[in-house]
C-alpha cells in the first residue's frame, strides 16, 4: 500500500495559479496510475487530472488547458499545476494512486488517498 501526502493547497485570487505536490511512499511509485481529485460541499470526488504509468495525460473539460499533471519517479512525487484559476475550482484537492486505470469519480475503496488540500479561489 502506498502513502501519499498533499501539499500546496491555499488561497488564491481568481485568474491565480497555485502548484500542487503529492509525495507518495511504501511502494514503488511508477507501478501506479496517479490522479488528482477535487470534492466541494456536497458533491462527488470527481477526477480532474490523471497520469498513467507511461506518462499518458488525461483531463476533462473543465480544466483542460488549465491543469497540467505531470510526475517525477525519481521523486516519488506528483503535481498538478493549475493555472488561471475561478471560484468553481474551489474544493478540497486528493492525490490518488492506483494499479488499476483512474475512474471518473473516487471512492475510497479504490487505491489511495492522501488527506487533501484546501484550494480556495476568491478576490
Known amino acids: 500500500q502506498v502513502q501519499l501526502v498533499e501539499s500546496g493547497g491555499g488561497l488564491v485570487q481568481p485568474g491565480g495559479s497555485l ?3 503529492c509525495a507518495a511512499s511504501g511502494s514503488i511509485f ?6 488528482w481529485y477535487r470534492q466541494a460541499p456536497g458533491k462527488q470526488r470527481e477526477l480532474v487530472a490523471a497520469i498513467t504509468r507511461g506518462g499518458s495525460r488525461n483531463y476533462p473539460d473543465s480544466v483542460k488547458g488549465r491543469f497540467t499533471i505531470s510526475r517525477d519517479d525519481a521523486k516519488n512525487t506528483v503535481y498538478l499545476q493549475m493555472n488561471s484559476l475561478k471560484p468553481e475550482d474551489t474544493a478540497v484537492y486528493y492525490c490518488n494512486a492506483d494499479k488499476f486505470p483512474l475512474m ?3 471512492t475510497l ?3 489511495s488517498w492522501g488527506q487533501g488540500t484546501q484550494v480556495t479561489v476568491s478576490s
Do not use: C
Open 19 to 21: 502548484r500542487l505536490s
Open 30 to 35: 511508477s507501478l501506479y496510475n496517479m490522479g
Open 104 to 106: 471518473p469519480i473516487g
Open 109 to 111: 475503496g479504490r487505491g
